[in-house]
């Protein structure tokens, strides 16, 4: 009820006249000095008219401006920051500005915002924005650049330990955040299980990811959105790009293909070779073997300056043996393609479709235990967006999609003189509508508002089998009273629903602001998983009526101030999130290969909160980011039936509850290219469920567990060193290298990412595994020319 008021309130207040408005309008077109390509989201500031905006995907924008000559500044992260004087004379048939790529030895840390002071200007809050151009400052893990563990450095992101695919923010868990690359999901976005991201950092152009104010286009998650786009194609020269570490070789290329230099393509990827490192471990693990690559593609066609096609692809494919008899294999393919047309100067329309597919692949290779075992999900959908200026201090944006998901949830088949028996489960299939609207308006230079709301119509459709359970008891195999069977594009279990999205920024000066945000989201997919992080056999499922959406209600409030010029930018975030219907299992669930899986789910309620602290120095030569983060995170069963409760019906910590989280990263700038940076992380343990007791069953000692997630493991920490050496001179040299000498966990703490018990006579004995227990050294080099 409180959210339909506003609404109608704002709808009121967008049809009165706005003050503040300038005497005549700025138009005007952002490139790339370099490409020649549009660029999206620079900041255009007026400070004599008090007036500010960003541009479009396009890089087109309008300003309103008072009456004679103006001072204007255009910036963006990565440029170097253009002012120029304007009057309305000079400007008649709009204004074009080119910025030029900034490569000065790498003076910002990570992670800054668009604009120097944008972290307060924007109306948005939660919002982390990476600097690739500096990623390679940060030391890593076998000194590959690495976008999901650069963003774990930030407040409000964490993962449950190292070698652990995803990422949990504010306390969600890994299938609770959107991927997307390209405008395509990505269902898994790791390589070597964890240890390394699955997208080459060479082909990025940039990352944003969203913590909880997710605009209204956007949908089907519930925590977060991490946006991944490509860059395009430099329209001048062909480039290339190499690069060899101690796991991985590179290649890049990009250019122009004709003459008119209006297409242009990006190419390129990567291949592993971690046998090497992997035969120089201790002998439990010499009997491993993994393999992975992946590449990418960009085609990008100008019919005009204001119509622009592309057309992007990427392809993955990894592989992994344990030692004994199984195999691992995982392959993820993404296209999209899409239209942007600027149709006036105040409108334009985007529209795509992209596909996403990605499979897993087991095989067993045990003697007369032979097997295949194949699951996976593939997503198709077509978009279509309007994006609308009709004032300076509006921004509407509008648009609809359509959705198509076909899940495999999994299939065994034996191989040849195999005893293994043949299971397949039936196929799952969904379509989705969905229909949004916002409006970013600045009324005054004081105050924006951003707000916006999404409708969803979900409908889980046949073919497919639905059981029918006897009421009043616990549902089991044994309780199914009748077999419903659905054909083709019947609709099996249908849902839908508004989802509501507002932001509020006052500004308390012309340093700091404070900002409001209220999100509604829910998530149509879930991923069943018996793990704390994503695994290769974990499998995803659409919801049904056994199985209803996951609903997230944030709401959240943050205080920024920038001191010095913008060198230092401050905030302090609180938020609180009430989650409903999440998956939790029941003790001793089968998952895999479960005909009826819904008889071992549990619909769970969840809430969380938590606050964040960031201070980072964005200018001089010592650059750093200081980040807090307390927050919890818990789940409840509350059911009519004993066997299904859990902690007795309790509230108890969630699987990624884990409340305090610290890192410091600073970046030290030596002269003659070389930069010194440094990680330290601080964790809390992460819980876990321990047996409390052990009893006798026909002479056999059975391991007695009571409440879950009552027990925690050790802290974690570990500090990380790197020596970075860009060898260019000038900043227009064509062909330069960097090294990059980094030292992961220098201390050689041996952080436990779990801890098993086993019998040891009459004992229980506890052991810790650690995926790293010791300081791990790494080279790259990079080569452009």
Do not use: C
């Not at 060899?244 to 209006?262: E, F, Q, W």
């Not at 966990?745 to 990412?753: E, F, I, Q, S």
């Amino acid at each position: 009820m409180i959210i339909s008021e506003i609404f109608l309130i704002y709808t009121f207040l967008l049809v009165v006249p706005v003050y503040g408005q300038g005497n005549w309008i700025l138009k005007g077109r952002i490139l790339d000095n370099v490409s020649g390509k549009g660029i999206p989201h620079v900041s255009v500031v007026s400070k004599d008219s008090k007036a500010a905006t960003i541009t479009d995907s396009l890089g087109n924008f309008n300003l309103g401006l008072k009456a004679g000559e103006q001072l204007v500044t255009f910036s963006s992260v990565g440029y170097f920051s253009k002012n120029q004087r304007i009057t309305y004379r000079e400007i008649l048939s709009g204004l074009e500005i080119n910025l030029f790529p900034e490569i000065r030895q790498l003076q910002e840390l990570t992670v800054k915002e668009k604009a120097p002071d944008e972290n307060v200007q924007s109306s948005q809050m939660s919002v982390t924005k990476l600097d690739m151009k500096n990623l390679k400052n940060i030391p890593v893990v076998f000194g590959e650049v690495d976008v999901i563990k650069a963003l774990t450095l930030q407040p409000g992101v964490s993962t449950v330990g190292e070698g652990t695919a995803g990422f949990n923010v504010r306390g969600g868990r890994t299938d609770q955040n959107l991927v997307l690359l390209d405008g395509a999901p990505l269902f898994n976005t790791s390589h070597l299980l964890g240890f390394l991201s699955n997208v080459n950092a060479d082909a990025i152009r940039d990352v944003t990811l969203y913590k909880g104010d997710i605009p209204a286009s956007y949908g089907g998650r519930l925590s977060s959105l991490l946006a991944i786009n490509t860059r395009s194609g430099n329209k001048e020269r062909i480039n290339l790009t190499t690069g060899v570490g101690l796991m991985t070789a590179s290649l890049m290329a990009d250019g122009p293909i004709t003459k008119n230099k209006k297409l242009t393509f990006l190419a390129g990827g990567r291949i592993a070779y971690p046998n090497f490192l992997i035969k120089r471990f201790p002998a439990p693990t010499n009997e491993n073997r993994a393999f992975f690559f992946d590449i990418n593609g960009r085609l990008s066609y100008e019919f005009s300056p204001n119509s622009i096609v592309s057309a992007t692809v990427y392809n993955s494919k990894d592989s992994f043996k344990f030692p004994g008899d199984t195999t691992y294999g995982w392959r993820s393919t993404t296209a999209r393609i899409n239209w942007n047309k600027l149709l006036t100067s105040a409108l334009s329309f985007q529209i795509g479709a992209i596909m996403s597919r990605y499979k897993f692949f087991l095989d067993g290779i045990a003697p007369t235990n032979e097997y295949e075992f194949i699951s996976g999900i593939n997503q198709y959908d077509g978009h279509l967006k309007l994006l609308w200026s009709p004032l300076p201090a509006h921004k509407i944006e509008t648009g609809l999609s359509i959705t198509r998901y076909g899940l495999s949830p999994g299939n065994l088949s034996p191989v040849s003189g195999s005893n293994v028996t043949t299971i397949n489960l039936e196929k799952e299939q969904a379509l989705e509508e969905a229909i949004y609207f916002s409006d970013e308006w600045n009324p005054v230079r004081w105050l924006s508002m951003n707000a916006g709301i999404r409708y969803v119509n979900f409908n889980n459709v046949g073919p497919g089998t639905v059981y029918q359970y006897q009421t009043g008891i616990s549902r089991s195999a044994e309780s199914i009273t009748d077999t419903l069977s659905y054909r083709k594009g019947k609709k099996i279990a249908g849902f839908g629903g508004f989802e509501p999205r507002l932001s509020l920024r006052i500004n308390a000066g012309k340093t700091s602001s404070f900002k409001m945000s209220y999100t509604k989201t829910r998530q149509y997919i879930h991923l069943i998983s018996n793990t704390t992080a994503i695994s290769p056999v974990d499998f995803w499922k659409l919801a049904d009526n056994f199985v209803p959406p996951q609903i997230s209600t944030q709401i959240a409030a943050g205080y920024f101030r920038n001191f010095q010029d913008n060198m230092f930018e401050t905030s302090v975030e609180v938020y609180s999130k009430k989650l409903q219907n999440l998956v939790e299992y029941k003790n001793g669930a089968n998952l895999l290969l479960n005909k009826t899986l819904e008889t071992d789910l549990l619909s769970t309620r969840g809430k969380a909160y938590g606050v964040e602290f960031s201070i980072q120095k964005t200018k001089g030569i010592i650059t750093g980011l200081i980040s807090y983060t307390y927050s919890r995170t818990f789940v409840r069963v509350n059911s009519a039936f004993p066997s299904d409760q859990i902690n007795k019906g309790d509230w108890f910590p969630s699987t990624v509850d884990r409340p305090n989280n610290i890192s410091i990263s600073t970046q030290w700038k030596w002269g003659r290219g070389w930069t010194f940076g440094t990680n330290f992380v601080y964790t809390t343990g992460r819980p876990l469920t321990f047996p409390d007791g052990t009893y006798h069953l026909n002479d056999v000692v059975v391991e007695d567990y009571s409440l879950r997630n009552k027990d925690r493991i050790p802290d974690y920490h570990r500090m990380d060193i790197s020596f970075t050496n860009d060898t260019r001179k000038k900043i227009d040299q064509k062909r330069y290298a960097i090294w990059s000498f980094s030292f992961y966990n220098v201390y050689a703490r041996k952080n436990p990412y779990s801890v098993y018990f086993k019998q040891s006579g009459t004992r229980l004995v506890s052991y810790r595994l650690s995926v790293f227990g010791t300081i791990i050294p790494s080279i790259n080099w990079k080569y452009y020319f």
